[in-house]
DNA sequence: CGCGACGTTGATTTGCCTCAACGATTGTGG
DNA sequence: CCACAATCGTTGAGGCAAATCAACGTCGCG
């Protein structure tokens, strides 16, 4: 199960033996049932988690609305670092939006292996990087596109998650109401 | 001038002489006139910029309509991730708002500095969790304030920069037109 | 079967945008 | 030093896209 954590980060850093030996023995497991929350706001994120199989869903509740950030499929890491670095409450929730395993590493474990071994300093700055860089784009799409436009990209990039996730939480993921996607695929089919 | 950026630095990380030394070599300083493209949209970025006195603005030309995404003032740190990381072109402009001075730090000696001290591959990891931490609290406020609550909190947050910075500009930030702007802060003051 | 969750559709409202005009201020050239 | 233009913020009128409110059909499931 580890063996696909080491696969992907190969193509970031190379590890020695003693290194991945260090790395495998603080990954933990998790299975999470159907709508199971991982992360609760008010709670602190005491871990990164890297999605073995499944789907999560990141987002914010504000009064009682729930506006969706994020989802976390297969192969996909989550953390709310905000919480993670600070130690301060998350103000975030993420939700298995099916059955889920994941693998966690421990924010204390980490800790011990930045120290211990610089190379996986490197591949922190680097997952940082790519994460700063994938929330930027997300940034462009929503300041820079129509909701439309937006769908089409999301339906172009990611056309799998149209199939998994309820329609409600891509509208709120495109930062609309689901009535308005349910109008816009209208429009869009119409006019094929 | 150096000086500031190591006082910054020392909050992060602890340089010993050789370190120190190294990290002051790579430095070079630039000039920049009121209205100045420090980044051009099409240009590849390739450093990253200690903002020493003055104030830049991040901004997309969407068809000819510029929508701002952040400012940087005094002590701010700029480099467009995506463009720096990949080498590809950016798809971002960069301006100096007024007269600035800025100290740079080039990618390939950054990359050299990076393979011969891991004290900053920690530096870097850590800062690229900072600008994903502020890139994340934009979102949020994007996507769970109403311009009004936006406007606020940036009164609230970054109040001299209101004194800065044409409205319009502040405008673009919140994501709403100058108009609206103007509309909201008289119907703010009617209120108190 | 009956209930709840989900997507769709219609009617209406609303908040922001667009377009336009107008002062105030700043800066510039004669 | 003043006339003039350009820039910027404000205000008003009107339009429009998405939100809101409401109702209904379908599907899956206890």
Redesign the pocket.
């Known amino acids: 199960m580890v063996d696909r954590i080491l696969h992907q980060i190969s193509g970031i850093v190379t590890l020695n033996d003693t290194e991945r030996a260090a790395f495998v023995a603080i990954t933990s497991f998790r299975s999470l049932r159907k709508h199971e929350l991982l992360l609760r706001a008010g709670d602190v994120c005491r871990a990164i988690t890297f999605v073995h199989s499944g789907c999560l869903r990141l987002f914010y509740n504000i009064d009682g609305v729930e506006n969706t950030v994020q989802f976390f499929c297969e192969n996909a890491w989550h953390t709310d670092y905000g919480s993670f670095l600070t130690g301060r409450p998350s103000s975030e929730n993420t939700q298995a939006l099916e059955a889920c395993e994941v693998v966690q590493f421990h924010r204390t474990d980490l800790e011990q292996l930045y120290l211990q071994h610089p190379v996986f300093e490197r591949l922190g700055r680097i997952s940082a990087e790519n994460a700063f860089m994938s929330l930027g784009a997300r940034n462009a799409m929503l300041t820079n596109q129509?909701?439309?436009e937006r769908y089409q990209q999301l339906a172009h990039d990611r056309p799998e998650l149209l199939q998994r996730v309820?329609?409600?939480h891509i509208a709120s993921f495109l930062?609309?109401?689901?009535?308005?996607?349910?109008?816009?695929?209208?429009r869009m089919v119409s006019r094929v």
């Open positions: 129509t909701p439309e309820p329609q409600y930062g609309i109401k689901p009535e308005t996607l349910s109008r816009i695929r209208k």
